[in-house]
């Protein structure tokens, strides 16, 4: 194969990969090649806001837990001040881990090395045999690394890595419009119930993030026994349907599926002793209608939060509850991601209600629920297809044409309230194509520092 001069295959690969996506084709190899997961690593999870964990998981000083940007470890911490700090879990002496637990609370952390002591604000206060060895160390100059960025919004952690990163909410851009709505629906707003869940699936990272933005189509047939058993609506998680799915995409680089029952008020299902609290508040006209006839909300804010607003049953027969689900997408190579799963109610719900939307959720989509279960069945073989020889031999694209042009006999709305290019049906792959669409343009490095991707 003869190469660009000057360009590497990996770039040539990404190359390939954007005149694929105008026409709805992707190359298996996203999913799986080496080098350019490499080259991710560094173009995606160096730049962009990441998504870490929710602020009620250290609610007291000093309470730490131990996630990812990207592969690179780090202690997400609320030090003796209350402020909350990303550190990289690595002694500045040799790189030794100082934290080997994954959650906890602590004052300092101790590299079991050499002895390097750091307080929970990354500084460095000690360092033994300093007067015989280190007598002109300076202290302040050899604290722990820490993110430039980090900010919490509505009790989400995000951190960036680049110095020169646009504001949180810059990123966030149009699509706090329907984030809020997920978040905000009370006053009080939402409440994280329990510890959150973790486990590793075959599948790259993306795979999940994808599927989040709006992969209607799959309900249907990987979730068929789910929906057999009822503990699912069809009108909530069933085959595509003209007039009550919406797929929302090119909101300043995320997207949303929305299913809903235009003229009624379900609500995500919350029964009416949750629903007397939901009220406009911080939310306006538009966004609080588009609530009250809502069933169902998925999104994925790039590139590795995603959230479904669901009502589901845990048993056959018996009545849905709603309930709130955020989830990271932690990279652990091309072809492994680790997830990170947390369950929200609305804060006013009473206790009782609380503890039956946690068993729906670890019902559904904790590590053994049957929505999850259905999926991780699926999402590793695009991986390992895209990593076949076959596969390279072949020349071999995945078919994202869903939707895409003369695909779809019906144009996007002309009327919709939020911001975002809207569907007109839910029988598209408008959201997916717009995820990588964003992937691609911080793969190439267009997308640095500007919220909205398509400049």
Same mark, same amino acid.
């Given at each position: 194969m003869n190469h660009k001069f000057g360009a590497s295959p990996t770039d040539e690969l990404i190359d390939d990969i954007r005149r694929d996506l105008d026409i709805g084709l992707?190359?298996?190899?996203?999913?799986?090649?080496p080098d350019l997961y490499q080259a991710e690593l560094r173009r995606v999870f160096t730049r962009t806001w990441v998504f870490l964990g929710h602020e009620s998981e250290i609610p007291n000083r000093g309470d730490f837990v131990q996630?990812?940007?990207?592969?690179?470890?780090?202690?997400?911490?609320?030090?003796?001040?209350?402020?909350?700090?990303?550190?990289?879990?690595?002694?500045?002496?040799?790189?030794?881990?100082?934290?080997?637990?994954?959650?906890?609370?602590?004052?300092?952390?101790?590299?079991?090395?050499?002895?390097?002591?750091?307080?929970?604000?990354?500084?460095?206060?000690?360092?033994?045999?300093?007067?015989?060895?280190?007598a002109k160390l300076k202290l302040d100059e050899w604290g722990l690394y820490s993110a430039p960025n980090v900010t919490v919004y509505s009790g989400l952690i995000f951190a960036n890595l680049n110095k020169d990163a646009i504001s949180f909410e810059e990123y966030l851009g149009d699509f706090a419009w329907y984030l809020d709505i997920n978040l905000h629906l009370s006053e009080g707003g939402m409440e994280v119930l329990g510890e959150p869940h973790r486990w590793l699936v075959d599948a790259n990272w993306k795979q999940g993030a994808e599927n989040f933005c709006g992969d209607s189509a799959h309900?249907?047939?990987?979730?068929?026994?789910?929906?057999?058993?009822?503990?699912?609506?069809?009108s909530s998680a069933g085959a595509p349907k003209p007039d009550a799915g919406v797929h929302v995409h090119?909101?300043?680089?995320?997207?949303?599926?929305?299913?809903r029952r235009p003229g009624e008020k379900p609500f995500f299902s919350y029964p009416p002793?949750?629903?007397?609290?939901?009220?406009?508040?911080?939310?306006?006209?538009?966004?609080?209608?588009? *609530?009250? =006839?809502?069933? /169902?909300h998925n999104g994925t804010l790039f590139p590795n939060f995603s959230f479904l607003h669901?009502?589901?049953?845990?048993?056959?027969?018996?009545?849905?509850?709603?309930?709130?689900?955020?989830?990271?997408?932690?990279?652990?190579?091309p072809r492994q991601t680790e997830i990170v799963s947390w369950i929200l109610a609305p804060k006013e719900a009473s206790e009782e209600y609380k503890r039956r939307a946690y068993r729906i959720g670890m019902s559904s989509f904790s590590p053994?629920?049957?929505?999850?279960?259905?999926?991780?069945?699926?999402?590793?073989?695009?991986?390992?297809?895209?990593?076949?020889i076959f596969a390279a031999m072949n020349h071999m694209r995945y078919n994202y044409q869903m939707g895409l042009g003369d695909m779809s006999p019906l144009p996007p709305k002309e009327i919709w309230?939020?911001?975002?290019?809207?569907?007109?049906?839910? *029988?598209? =792959?408008?959201? /997916?194509r717009s995820f990588h669409k964003t992937w691609l343009k911080w793969m190439k490095g267009s997308g640095r520092n500007v919220a909205d991707p398509s400049n």
């Open positions: 992707i190359a298996p190899a996203v999913f799986s090649d996630r990812n940007i990207g592969e690179d470890p780090f202690i997400v911490i609320r030090d003796d001040k209350g402020e909350i700090r990303v550190l990289l879990n690595a002694c500045r002496h040799r790189g030794a881990h100082v934290c080997r637990v994954q959650a906890g609370n602590a004052r300092m952390f101790v590299c079991p090395y050499h002895g390097w002591t750091y307080a929970n604000s990354g500084k460095l206060s000690g360092v033994p045999v300093k007067n015989l060895g280190y309900t249907q047939m990987t979730h068929r026994s789910a929906l057999e058993i009822g503990v699912a609506d069809l090119d909101i300043s680089g995320h997207a949303v599926s929305i299913r002793e949750v629903k007397r609290h939901f009220r406009p508040g911080a939310l306006n006209e538009q966004q609080f209608a588009l *609530a009250e =006839e809502s069933l /169902l669901i009502g589901l049953s845990e048993e056959s027969g018996k009545e849905a509850a709603g309930f709130l689900t955020v989830r990271l997408w932690m990279p652990k190579g053994s629920g049957n929505f999850e279960q259905d999926d991780v069945s699926v999402w590793p073989g695009g991986a390992r297809t895209g990593g076949s309230d939020g911001p975002g290019i809207a569907d007109s049906s839910n *029988a598209g =792959e408008g959201g /997916l």
